[in-house]
């Protein structure tokens, strides 16, 4: 079974400029995250959705980030435009379900902001 | 408000020594999972455990270990024999029932097996 696959896998951007992640999540799995992981921290949730629905957005800066779940299936995190504290992994997580299921992450996207 | 604390940064074993990495979380709530995660240095977590609140058994696998304790609002995870191979970082969550399965993570503690 293939796993939550992610791409880039690394960017490097200057700050003011914008950038986008993609997840393909495992197939039959209704739930999507994504977290940023900031060096030397546990991964802190940005967005969750359920099918192509947002279920939790509390802890999106949305004056710059914004996410979309089109069809239920693959997902994009933007950032526009980046700032120097974004430097971060982005994780992108799927479970086939919300509460009590495991989540299984991709490799991640690290983002460099310069 | 809900928190999970790791509070060792850093743990450094010899291969075969057992090593347990502490969490301790805080909930109101009755209804809650939690879980560990193991993050390599190639960066992906891998999921090792689930537990929910209302199952305090403890769990073995292989040479992993579990202890679960309520009154202390500990899960802890030893690992026995350690192994190079078990170096990574190792993050302990909590999830709510009514949070919708968001994962609330610890610090992460960082396992240095040296051969």
């Known amino acids: 079974e293939a796993g939550v696959a992610q791409s880039p896998r690394y960017k490097i951007i200057e700050k003011r400029q914008s950038v986008a992640f993609w997840c393909n999540p495992i197939s039959g799995h209704a739930t999507l995250y994504w977290y940023q992981q900031i060096l030397g921290q546990g991964p802190k949730l940005l967005i969750q959705f359920q099918n192509n629905g947002v279920v939790d957005d509390s802890q999106l800066p949305k004056d710059r980030f914004s996410a979309e779940r089109l069809k239920g299936v693959d997902s994009t995190l933007k950032i526009q435009p980046a700032k120097l504290e974004d430097s971060a992994v982005y994780l992108c997580?799927?479970?086939?379900?919300?509460?009590?299921?495991?989540?299984?992450f991709g490799p991640g996207t690290r983002l460099t902001v310069t | 408000a809900q928190k999970v604390t790791q509070a060792q940064t850093e743990i450094s074993v010899v291969e075969k020594e057992d090593v347990t990495l502490d969490c301790v979380y805080e909930?109101?709530?009755?209804?809650?999972?939690l879980f560990w995660y193991k993050q390599p240095p190639s960066g992906e977590l891998v999921f090792l455990i689930r537990?929910?609140?209302?199952?305090?058994q403890n769990e073995i696998s292989g040479r992993y270990s579990w202890n679960f304790q309520k009154s202390t609002s500990s899960f802890n995870f030893t690992i026995t024999a350690s192994q190079v191979v078990d170096s990574a970082v190792y993050f302990c969550?909590?999830?709510?029932?009514?949070?919708?399965?968001?994962?609330?993570f610890g610090q992460g503690t960082e396992l240095s097996v040296k051969p």
């Open positions: 997580a799927s479970s086939f379900g919300g509460q009590g299921y495991e989540q299984y």
């Open positions: 909930t109101r709530d009755t209804t809650y999972y």
């Open positions: 969550a909590l999830s709510l029932y009514n949070q919708g399965g968001k994962l609330i």
């Open positions: 537990r929910n609140s209302f199952d305090e």
